[in-house]
Nanobody
Framework: QVQLVESGGGLVQAGGSLRLSCAASGSIFSINTMGWYRRAPGNERDLVAS???????NYADSVKGRFTISRDNAKNTVYLQMDSLKPEDTGVYYC?????????WGQGTQVTVSS
């Protein structure tokens, strides 16, 4: 079993910052890509950012230049630094951890950006 614990969500005004964390524990052998997804109200769960084990990153166009994804392989943890937040960034943020065979999702953390 693999457990993912997310933290760092909350309510912030537009222009503010938040930092999300997601720590994986349990039967972890080798984590490949780690990512953050967002489910905005009424929308599907969409990719926000991802990072490979080697550090290559990928961002949704809407967050480029504002969000930064990083990871600590020794701690099996992925982070999402969110700056210059906008109301349209509001949603539930989920981390996803992809291993050799299986993928795992976190429980989600709410991010609300007020205008």
């Amino acid at each position: 079993q693999v457990q993912l614990v997310e933290s760092g969500g909350g309510l912030v005004q537009a222009g503010g910052s938040l930092r999300l964390s997601c720590a994986a524990s349990g039967s972890i052998f080798s984590i490949n890509t780690m990512g953050w997804y967002r489910r905005a109200p009424g929308n599907e769960r969409d990719l926000v950012a991802s990072i490979t084990r080697g550090g290559s990153t990928n961002y949704a166009d809407s967050v480029k230049g504002r969000f930064t994804i990083s990871r600590d392989n020794a701690k099996n943890t992925v982070y999402l630094q969110m700056d210059s937040l906008k109301p349209e960034d509001t949603g539930v943020y989920y981390c996803k951890v992809m291993m050799l065979i299986n993928s795992y999702w976190g429980q989600g953390t709410q991010v609300t950006v007020s205008s």
